[in-house]
């Protein structure tokens, strides 16, 4: 079965710096997905990238996809408090219909 | 539109117990998914319904169980409650649609403790 790695598992950043939340799969990447959860939350989906290569950006939040290194990271610019929470990276494993594979998230503090 | 809605938002059961969840997907989809989330395992998929028909099922006993109506509404039942049946319960809505890759919009989740 498929898994996701994400790191660092949690991440202290002073408001108004850059950071980077790094998932990488065990198996192919068929699409890759990024949620943001508030503690105790329902999952807000952020982007899903579907091709080796794939940049897309939201607002300040930038995602990107390695197909070869079946990698994928998620960068935010010039952080906020609004950004604190759990980022989830979720994978499709692919062959039928699966539900989503999800890595164990990073949990993301920003210090005033 | 209205996003994805679970009732209850909380419930707190004992041993023993069964309880159901209800969940509302949004308007136009056609597929729900249910997940369990833990501080320990994380998010792990249950099981899949579409058109009324599991689609899916992840790996869980069969204490756990779901259907889906005609209006694509989703129940998920649990019996004999554990305490390890303590999460947060999320159900996600999308399409449906034959091919790969679809979007899946989450619930605010029920919180279910079982004491």
């Known amino acids: 079965s498929q898994e996701l790695e994400q790191s660092p598992q949690s991440l202290i950043v002073q408001e108004g710096k850059n950071l980077t939340i790094n998932c990488t799969s065990s198996?192919?990447?068929?699409?890759l997905y990024w949620y943001k959860q508030k503690y105790g939350e329902g999952l807000i989906f952020l982007m899903m990238?579907?091709?080796?290569?794939e940049e897309k950006s939201h607002e300040k939040i930038t995602a990107k996809l390695d197909e070869k290194k079946q990698q994928s990271s998620l960068h935010i610019t010039a952080s906020q408090p609004s950004h604190a929470g759990i980022y989830l990276c979720?994978?499709?494993?692919?062959?039928?219909?699966?539900?989503?594979?999800f890595g164990k998230g990073t949990h993301l503090i920003i210090q005033p | 539109k209205a996003g994805v809605t679970q009732t209850p938002r909380y419930l707190i059961k004992t041993r023993g117990q069964q309880v159901t969840l209800s969940c509302s997907p949004i308007s136009g989809h056609r597929s729900v998914s249910w997940y369990q989330q833990t501080p320990g395992q994380g998010l792990q998929f249950l099981f899949e319904?579409?058109?009324?028909?599991?689609?899916n099922k992840g790996n869980f006993p069969g204490r756990f169980s779901g259907r889906q109506f005609s209006n694509s509404r989703s129940e998920m039942n649990v019996s004999t409650l554990e305490l390890g049946d303590s999460a947060l319960y999320l159900c996600?809505?999308?399409?449906?649609?034959?091919?790969?890759?679809?979007?899946?919009?989450f619930g605010p989740g029920t919180r279910l403790l079982v004491l």
């Open positions: 990238l579907q091709k080796g290569g």
């Open positions: 319904y579409f058109s009324e028909t599991q689609r």
């Open positions: 979720g994978a499709d494993p692919g062959g039928g219909a699966d539900g989503l594979t």
């Open positions: 996600a809505s999308s399409l449906g649609g034959q091919g790969r890759q679809e979007t899946q919009y």
């Open positions: 198996k192919t990447l068929y699409g």
